[in-house]
C-alpha cells in the first residue's frame, strides 16, 4: 500500500515505482521498480528521487531510441536483425504490395483461409494479415497488403527483399472446408483476390468445378488474373468503370455464374465488409450456402482480449479463433463496419505523427 507517490510497499519494505507509458513498454518493460531495501517510511521517502530520475532518464533514453528506430531511412536496422527474411516484394499498384517471407514451418503448417500476426519491426503493432499462398518447399509464405494506415504504410516504406519481418505468429484461424464440394464459386473484390487465391486452388485440387469472379475498381489495378485462371474452370472479371470484363460489381459476376450454374452449392467471398453484405444478399434468394472472411480488429489473435467480436446469427463470436470465415447469411455486417471505424481518431493521429517524424514518409498531401 502506497501513501506517498511513487512508494509502495511489499513484505515490510518500500520500494519505488514508476508507471512506463504504453507506447514504450516494449523497450522497457511494463513498469519500472526497484526495492529501496528500507522498512522506514521516512527513509524511503528521501531515497525515492534519486531512483526516479533515474527511471525518467531511462524512459527519456527509451523514447529517443524509439524515435531513432521510426526514423531509420531504410528501415534496415529495425527489421533485419530477429526475425523472418522478406525473399521478394513485389509491387502490385501504388497502394498495394505483396511480400514473400520465409518461414518454412508456417509454410508447411498453413491452410488455405488462415491468417498471421505481423509486427513489422522491435517497435511495431501487431496486424493480422491473410496467407495469400505458401509454397511448402520453397518455405514461403505470401501476404499481399494495401498501405491504408500507420503500419501498412510503414511497411510499404521499410519492407524490401533481403530485410525482415520482426515477428511472424500463425497460421491462426480456422482453415476453410474445402473437402466435398462439387461447384464452388469463389469471389474476391480488390485485396480480398489475393486471400481467395488459396482457397480456390484448394477446391480445385479436391476436384471441385470452381468458378472465380474477381472485381477490381480498373483494369490498371487487376493482379493475378493468370495465377487465378490456373485453378479455375471458367474466371469472370469485373471492374467498376467497365474498362474490362463485365462492367460493375462482383455481384453482377455472381449473378452470372448463378444464371450459368444453378447447382453451384457453396460461395465464398472475400473482400471489404460492404463487398461481403452485398455478396451474401446476392446469393441468399438463390439458397447456395455462402461464407465470408471477417476483418475486425484484431489484437492478440487468441480469443483473449475481445477486439475482434463479431455478431453472427443471435451468437457472439471471436473471428480470431472461431473464424475469420463465418456464414455469410447469418453475418451482423452494419455491427462489423460500425466496429471497424471505432478508433479511427487514434489511428489517424498515429499516422499523422508518423508522417511528421519520419523524413522518408510521403508528405500528408500524398
Ligand atoms: P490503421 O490506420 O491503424 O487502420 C486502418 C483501418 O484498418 C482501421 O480503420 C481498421 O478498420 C483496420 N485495422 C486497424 N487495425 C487493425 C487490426 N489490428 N486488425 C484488423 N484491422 C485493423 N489487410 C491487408 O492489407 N491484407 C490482408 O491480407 C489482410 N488480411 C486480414 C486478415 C484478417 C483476419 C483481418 C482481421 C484483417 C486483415 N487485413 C488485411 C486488414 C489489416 O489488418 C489492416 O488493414 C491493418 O491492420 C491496418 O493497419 P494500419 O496501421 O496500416 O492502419
Ligand atoms: Fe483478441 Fe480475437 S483478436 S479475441
Ligand atoms: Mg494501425
Same mark, same amino acid.
Given at each position: 500500500?502506497?501513501?506517498?507517490?511513487?512508494?509502495?510497499?511489499?513484505?515490510?519494505?518500500w520500494?519505488?515505482?514508476?508507471?512506463?507509458?504504453?507506447?514504450?513498454?516494449? *523497450?522497457l518493460? /511494463?513498469d519500472?521498480?526497484?526495492?529501496?531495501?528500507?522498512?522506514?517510511?521516512?527513509v524511503a521517502?528521501?531515497?525515492r528521487?534519486?531512483?526516479?530520475?533515474?527511471?525518467r532518464?531511462?524512459?527519456?533514453?527509451?523514447?529517443?531510441?524509439?524515435?531513432?528506430?521510426?526514423? +531509420?531511412?531504410?528501415?534496415?536496422?529495425?527489421?533485419?536483425?530477429?526475425?523472418?527474411e522478406? +525473399?521478394?516484394?513485389?509491387? =502490385?499498384?501504388?497502394?498495394t504490395?505483396? @511480400?514473400?517471407?520465409? /518461414?518454412?514451418?508456417?509454410?508447411?503448417a498453413?491452410?488455405?483461409?488462415?491468417?498471421?500476426v505481423?509486427?513489422?519491426?522491435? /517497435?511495431?503493432e501487431?496486424?493480422p494479415l491473410?496467407?495469400?499462398?505458401?509454397? &511448402?518447399?520453397?518455405?514461403?509464405?505470401? =501476404?499481399?497488403?494495401?498501405? *491504408?494506415?500507420k503500419t501498412t504504410?510503414?511497411?510499404q516504406?521499410?519492407?524490401?527483399?533481403g530485410t525482415? @519481418?520482426h515477428?511472424? *505468429?500463425?497460421?491462426m484461424g480456422?482453415?476453410?472446408?474445402v473437402a466435398?464440394?462439387?461447384?464452388?464459386?469463389? !469471389?474476391?473484390?480488390?485485396l480480398?483476390?489475393?486471400? #481467395?487465391?488459396?482457397?480456390?486452388?484448394?477446391?480445385?485440387?479436391?476436384?471441385?468445378?470452381?468458378?472465380? !469472379?474477381?472485381?477490381?475498381?480498373?483494369?490498371e489495378?487487376?493482379?493475378?488474373?493468370?495465377?487465378?485462371?490456373?485453378?479455375?474452370?471458367?474466371?469472370?472479371?469485373?471492374?467498376?468503370d %467497365?474498362?474490362? $470484363?463485365?462492367?460493375?460489381?462482383v455481384?453482377?459476376? #455472381?449473378?452470372a455464374? @448463378?444464371?450459368?450454374?444453378?447447382?453451384?452449392d457453396?460461395?465464398?467471398?472475400?473482400?471489404?465488409p #460492404?463487398?461481403m453484405k452485398?455478396?451474401?444478399?446476392?446469393?441468399?434468394?438463390?439458397?447456395?450456402? +455462402? +461464407?465470408?472472411s471477417?476483418?475486425?480488429?484484431m489484437?492478440?489473435?487468441? $480469443?483473449?482480449?475481445g %477486439?475482434c467480436r463479431v455478431? *453472427?446469427?443471435?451468437?457472439?463470436?471471436?473471428?480470431?479463433?472461431?473464424?475469420?470465415?463465418?456464414? %455469410?447469411?447469418?453475418?451482423d455486417?452494419?455491427?462489423?463496419?460500425?466496429?471497424?471505424r &471505432?478508433?479511427?481518431?487514434?489511428?489517424?493521429?498515429?499516422?499523422?505523427?508518423? =508522417?511528421?517524424s519520419?523524413?522518408?514518409?510521403?508528405?500528408?498531401a500524398d
Open positions: 500500500m502506497s501513501d506517498s507517490k511513487y512508494l509502495f510497499q511489499r513484505n515490510q519494505t520500494w519505488v515505482k514508476i508507471a512506463v507509458p504504453a507506447s514504450l513498454r516494449s *523497450v518493460g /511494463h519500472l521498480r526497484r526495492s529501496l531495501k528500507t522498512r522506514s517510511l521516512e521517502k528521501e531515497a528521487w534519486p531512483v526516479v530520475a533515474e527511471f532518464d531511462m524512459i527519456d533514453e527509451a523514447r529517443k531510441q524509439q524515435e531513432r528506430a521510426c526514423r +531509420t531511412p531504410s528501415g534496415r536496422d529495425a527489421v533485419s536483425g530477429v526475425g523472418f522478406i +525473399t521478394r516484394r513485389e509491387d =502490385l499498384s501504388e497502394g504490395y505483396l @511480400l514473400e517471407i520465409h /518461414h518454412p514451418a508456417l509454410a508447411r498453413a491452410a488455405p483461409g488462415q491468417f498471421v505481423v509486427i513489422s519491426h522491435a /517497435h511495431g501487431r496486424i491473410t496467407i495469400a499462398d505458401f509454397d &511448402r518447399d520453397a518455405g514461403t509464405i505470401t =501476404l499481399v497488403i494495401q498501405a *491504408v494506415g504504410r510503414e511497411m516504406q521499410r519492407c524490401q527483399a525482415k @519481418l515477428s511472424v *505468429v500463425g497460421p480456422i482453415p476453410s472446408p466435398g464440394v462439387a461447384k464452388a464459386v469463389c !469471389v474476391g473484390g480488390g480480398g483476390v489475393a486471400p #481467395i487465391y488459396p482457397q480456390l486452388r484448394a477446391f480445385k485440387q479436391n476436384g471441385a468445378y470452381v468458378i472465380g !469472379v474477381v472485381g477490381f475498381k480498373t483494369r489495378l487487376i493482379f493475378w488474373e493468370d495465377k487465378l485462371a490456373e485453378y479455375c474452370d471458367e474466371l469472370i472479371v469485373c471492374t467498376d %467497365g474498362s474490362a $470484363g463485365i462492367p460493375g460489381l455481384t453482377k459476376g #455472381i449473378e455464374a @448463378l444464371e450459368q450454374h444453378p447447382d453451384v457453396r460461395l465464398i467471398a472475400i473482400g471489404p #460492404i463487398m452485398a455478396c451474401a444478399e446476392t446469393t441468399r434468394p438463390h439458397r447456395v450456402a +455462402t +461464407t465470408v471477417l476483418n475486425p480488429v489484437v492478440d489473435g487468441t $480469443g483473449m482480449c %477486439g455478431r *453472427v446469427g443471435d451468437k457472439v463470436k471471436f473471428a480470431c479463433v472461431d473464424g475469420p470465415e463465418f456464414d %455469410g447469411h447469418e453475418v455486417f452494419d455491427d462489423l463496419m460500425a466496429r471497424l &471505432r478508433f479511427g481518431a487514434q489511428e489517424k493521429l498515429a499516422l499523422d505523427a508518423w =508522417l511528421n519520419d523524413p522518408e514518409a510521403p508528405s500528408r
